[in-house]
């Protein structure tokens, strides 16, 4: 893996740029989400986004100074998408359709990659509305901000539409930014390293 993640601190994910900090972490991270949502392994590329989303939530909650549960943050994620109409099987059908041989494996990718960032994009902002308000994690309810969610996720499919417009990243790139991304997560203790090590290894053929 050496070969494809030297020089990784020279390497930047593009993203689109904003002055304000927290509108800065759910751009990256939807850039992130983006990019793995490309992982070319069934459910592996699920665990890595939803990874993404839970750091995502972790360090906004760290910038309005909310304390962070790990296993209420999982759990919120989980609930949220499973209760946005369609979201949970748009993802569990974008990862499952990577089995199929041949053609399946594009398809699957490209599917996969815009889901990630629309669902990655929703899920920041309504954290990020939730804590500005000085709400610990808690108290959040989705049932009191389902419409906004949904309103976020048609705001995400142009974010993410316009994104996909400026980045038109090339394969090895994709290949070299994803590998970098997982092993820094790695580190960090988001990503399991067993989880991490059948990643890196399909991306490395």
Same mark, same amino acid.
């Given at each position: 893996m050496d070969r494809i993640t030297k020089k990784a601190e020279d390497v930047k994910v593009t993203v689109i740029k904003s002055e304000k900090e927290t509108d800065k972490i759910i751009a990256d991270h939807v850039g992130f989400g983006m990019i793995a949502g490309a992982i070319p392994i069934p459910v592996l590329d699920i665990v890595a986004v939803s990874a993404i989303q839970l750091d995502m939530i972790k360090q906004l909650a760290k910038k309005y100074e909310i304390d962070f549960d790990d296993e209420i943050g999982k759990s919120l994620v989980t609930s949220i998408l499973g209760s946005a109409v369609g979201t949970s099987?748009?993802?569990? +059908?974008?990862?499952?359709?990577?089995? #199929?041989? &041949? %053609?399946? $494996?594009?398809? +699957?990718?490209?599917?996969?990659?815009? #889901?990630? &960032? %629309?669902? $990655?994009?929703?899920?920041?902002?309504?954290?990020?509305?939730?804590?500005?308000?000085?709400?610990?994690?808690?108290?959040?309810?989705?049932?009191?901000?389902?419409?906004?969610?949904?309103?976020?996720?048609?705001?995400?499919?142009?974010?993410?539409?316009?994104?996909?417009?400026?980045?038109?990243?090339?394969?090895?790139?994709?290949?070299?930014?994803?590998?970098?991304?997982?092993?820094?997560?790695?580190?960090?203790?988001?990503?399991?390293?067993?989880?991490?090590?059948?990643?890196?290894?399909?991306?490395?053929?």
């Open positions: 099987l748009g993802r569990a +059908g974008a990862s499952a359709v990577k089995a #199929i041989p &041949g %053609i399946g $494996t594009v398809l +699957g990718i490209g599917s996969q990659v815009v #889901i990630s &960032g %629309i669902t $990655t994009f929703a899920i920041g902002h309504i954290f990020n509305n939730h804590f500005s308000n000085h709400q610990p994690l808690e108290e959040f309810n989705f049932n009191d901000v389902k419409n906004a969610f949904d309103e976020l996720m048609k705001k995400g499919q142009e974010f993410v539409d316009d994104l996909q417009r400026k980045m038109k990243p090339t394969e090895t790139e994709i290949k070299r930014e994803t590998a970098i991304i997982i092993r820094k997560m790695t580190e960090n203790g988001v990503i399991k390293e067993k989880d991490s090590e059948k990643i890196l290894r399909a991306i490395e053929k």
